[in-house]
């Protein structure tokens, strides 16, 4: 049974509860993690979301989210869902959006709510996508994916376009992206430099 950190306004701790039961109506402020992972040439991964999914169902969006467990570091997190949803093993893990926030609403109503820092990393290997969490998987050079995102050409879900804007404000060559400072992530997030 899976279990997502519950935070307070300023991103402290309050509780925890089951995911499953998590997102609804009135979905609590909780804690999360996205991933942009760029292959060996530089391109990146871009993932469409499992039809079955109860959130953003059959839409694009970065290479991997998700929530880490109550008392999980989050670069373990990272680590543990991107082999799980794309059995792939990340180098040069970074964070990038240390505070990086969102609230948005699906047309039923139901609500993503969430701090959500946010992290690059990179893969020598091809992923190999979890059907039950990923349908599809497509490379972009980043300038494209960017441009693309910003004219609305390619639809994306509502954090990986206010995402993709704040890391657009970024240098424009992700490999020159400098880690963010760990002391800006909320104060709920484990941080552990050897995970």
């Given at each position: 049974?899976?279990?997502?950190?519950?935070?307070?306004?300023?991103?402290?701790?309050?509780?925890?509860?089951?995911?499953?039961?998590?997102?609804?109506?009135?979905?609590?402020?909780?804690?999360?993690?996205?991933?942009?992972?760029?292959?060996?040439?530089?391109?990146?991964?871009?993932?469409?979301?499992?039809?079955?999914?109860?959130?953003?169902?059959?839409?694009?969006?970065?290479?991997?989210?998700?929530?880490?467990?109550?008392?999980?570091?989050?670069?373990?997190?990272?680590?543990?869902?991107?082999?799980?949803?794309?059995?792939?093993?990340?180098?040069?893990?970074?964070?990038?959006?240390?505070?990086?926030?969102?609230?948005?609403v699906m047309g039923n109503?139901?609500?993503?709510?969430?701090?959500?820092?946010?992290?690059?990393?990179?893969?020598?290997?091809?992923?190999?996508?979890?059907?039950?969490?990923?349908?599809?998987?497509?490379?972009?050079?980043?300038?494209?994916?960017?441009?693309?995102?910003?004219?609305?050409?390619?639809?994306?879900?509502?954090?990986?376009?206010?995402?993709?804007?704040?890391?657009?404000?970024?240098?424009?060559?992700?490999?020159?992206?400098?880690?963010?400072?760990?002391?800006?992530?909320?104060?709920?997030?484990?941080?552990?430099?050897?995970?």
């Amino acid at each position: 049974m899976e279990h997502v950190v519950l935070l307070d306004d300023s991103g402290f701790a309050c509780g925890t509860a089951e995911k499953r039961t998590v997102h609804h109506e009135a979905t609590p402020l909780h804690l999360a993690y996205s991933c942009y992972i760029f292959d060996s040439a530089g391109r990146l991964y871009v993932t469409r979301r499992s039809s079955t999914k109860a959130t953003w169902p059959g839409i694009w969006t970065n290479s991997c989210c998700g929530h880490p467990a109550p008392g999980e570091a989050l670069t373990h997190a990272v680590r543990r869902r991107v082999r799980e949803e794309l059995s792939v093993t990340l180098t040069d893990l970074k964070l990038i959006l240390p505070d990086f926030r969102y609230r948005a609403v699906m047309g039923n109503g139901i609500v993503e709510n969430e701090i959500c820092p946010v992290f690059s990393a990179t893969t020598s290997q091809v992923p190999q996508p979890d059907p039950a969490e990923t349908d599809s998987i497509r490379t972009f050079e980043w300038t494209d994916f960017v441009q693309s995102v910003k004219r609305g050409t390619f639809v994306v879900s509502p954090w990986c376009r206010d995402q993709v804007s704040a890391l657009a404000t970024l240098d424009a060559n992700p490999d020159n992206w400098r880690p963010a400072s760990v002391d800006l992530l909320p104060p709920a997030a484990i941080w552990c430099d050897a995970c």
